[in-house]
């Protein structure tokens, strides 16, 4: 679920809402509780510190809204509560994740070989 929601949450800030202040905001890494009540995002806030302050009262300023669209887009029943923090370490991450595809993508068509 937490990826469901990161890849409605990317898809959503970076491409459908209209905030000037959220144009260097990405989605890092997205943590839904075992009981699906809560959702820890973290961002990676581009800019100086007073554009990433402003960035992250305006992801606050659009979470309800951004609850509502998750629960029309992936059907839940109960949305968690979106919480955002900023990530420290954001290219840690990202590094993490694209090192894991180019070790799917090289392992892949190899094993479907004879």
Avoid: C, W
């Avoid at 260097?24 to 973290?42: F, L, M, N, Q, W």
């Avoid at 305006?58 to 839940?76: K, M």
């Amino acid at each position: 679920m937490s990826e469901a929601v990161r890849e409605e949450l990317t898809e959503l800030i970076g491409f459908e809402l209209d905030d000037p202040r959220l144009l260097d905001v990405t989605v890092t890494e997205v943590r839904v509780s075992p009981d699906g009540r809560y959702a820890h995002i973290k961002v990676d806030l581009g800019g100086d510190e007073p554009r990433q302050k402003t960035a992250l009262a305006a992801l606050e300023h659009a979470r309800h809204y951004l609850r509502h669209e998750l629960s029309s887009r992936l059907n839940l029943r109960h949305v968690p509560e979106l919480n955002f923090e900023q990530d420290r370490y954001p290219d840690a991450d990202r590094r993490v994740e694209i090192l894991l595809k180019r070790a799917k993508k090289s392992r892949g068509p190899a094993e479907k070989q004879p």
